[in-house]
């Protein structure tokens, strides 16, 4: 099994909270990728520089300072906070942006038409990524080493340019990529392996994978002032439903459609929860 567990800004800016899930999945057993945001972090400082953060529908408009700010944030301070936590409780993590080792290319987003605003948004220095542009073979030989991959939401085009991408997007997509990656394995191997869903006719195999959004909450609320109004499971018909009543919004809107891109691109399940429950049975599962 690989795991891939995104943890949001509100639980990076929390230390008390991030050292507690540092611990927690330091002990997770297997291969495990961590993707980690920081906007709240990111967004304070903006404004001690005198910026005004431009959000639209959870998405963060990232001009030419803006993305110098968030470079020094995602990848600077908390990329490097938590590997350093990370190695104080024996887990050999490495820190990095989609440059390092060529990890995640991402497009620059055109201009695109957001319905609920009935306008064009320019997001300015924003990357778009996909499965396909994870080096999903890079990272697994981090994985096949003990290594623990540490991402931030910083990626690259190829040309010299850093962009920034929503973390939950790289979470979904480098999931998408992991699950779909054929690792080689020596024959013999196959027929006893319980990590293996299917192998090739050359021996190739696939590991199941587990995408984990990890923030502050117990799981997707109902109602977004009642903390114990967790939905337990959620469908796209009952997605549509809470959409259009207005039951989640803003940064939940990205999160749960990564989620169900990448039910639908081979990943195992999604599971929404509180960074404090990484090893219990508790959040909301997407099916």
């Known amino acids: 099994m ?10 990076v800016d929390n230390p008390a909270l991030l050292k507690e899930f540092v611990r927690k999945f330091a002990a997770m057993p297997g291969m495990k990728i961590l993707v980690h945001g920081g906007g709240v972090m990111a967004s304070q400082m903006q404004k001690e520089m005198g910026m005004t953060p431009v959000m639209v529908e959870g998405r963060r408009v990232t001009d030419e300072d803006t993305l110098k700010v968030v470079t020094m944030v995602y990848a600077g301070w908390c990329n490097k906070n938590i590997t350093a936590l990370l190695q104080a409780e024996g887990c050999n993590a490495i820190g990095l942006t989609g440059a390092d080792g060529n990890a995640i290319r991402a497009r620059k987003r055109p201009p695109v038409h957001v319905e609920s605003l ?12 996909t499965a396909e542009s994870v080096n999903a073979k890079f990272i697994y030989s981090l994985l096949e080493k003990g290594i623990v991959p ?5 990626n690259h085009d ?8 929503n973390a939950d997007t790289i979470a ?24 293996c869903t299917h192998c090739s006719d ?21 109602d ?10 959620i469908d796209r018909e009952r997605f549509a439903e809470l959409k259009a009543e207005g039951r989640v919004a803003d940064g939940m809107i990205p999160k749960l459609t990564n989620s ?7 990943v195992e399940r999604v599971i929404i929860k509180h960074a404090r429950n990484l090893l219990d049975a508790k959040g909301t599962t997407l099916k």
């Open 2 to 11: 690989i795991r891939v567990i995104k943890i949001g800004g509100n639980v």
């Open 118 to 129: 009935d306008m064009d948004v320019d997001y300015g220095y924003v990357g778009d990524v």
């Open 150 to 154: 540490v991402f931030n939401a910083i």
């Open 158 to 165: 190829g040309e010299g340019n850093l962009l920034n991408t």
């Open 172 to 195: 979904s997509s480098v999931a998408i990529a992991m699950a779909g990656y054929r690792y080689r394995s020596p024959r013999e191997v196959c027929c006893r392996c319980e990590e």
């Open 202 to 222: 050359d021996g190739r195999l696939t590991h199941k994978t587990e995408l984990i959004y990890c923030f502050e909450k117990d799981g997707v609320l109902y």
């Open 224 to 233: 977004k002032d009642d903390d114990n109004s967790v939905i337990p499971e």
């Open 260 to 266: 169900f891109k990448a039910i639908d691109s081979g």
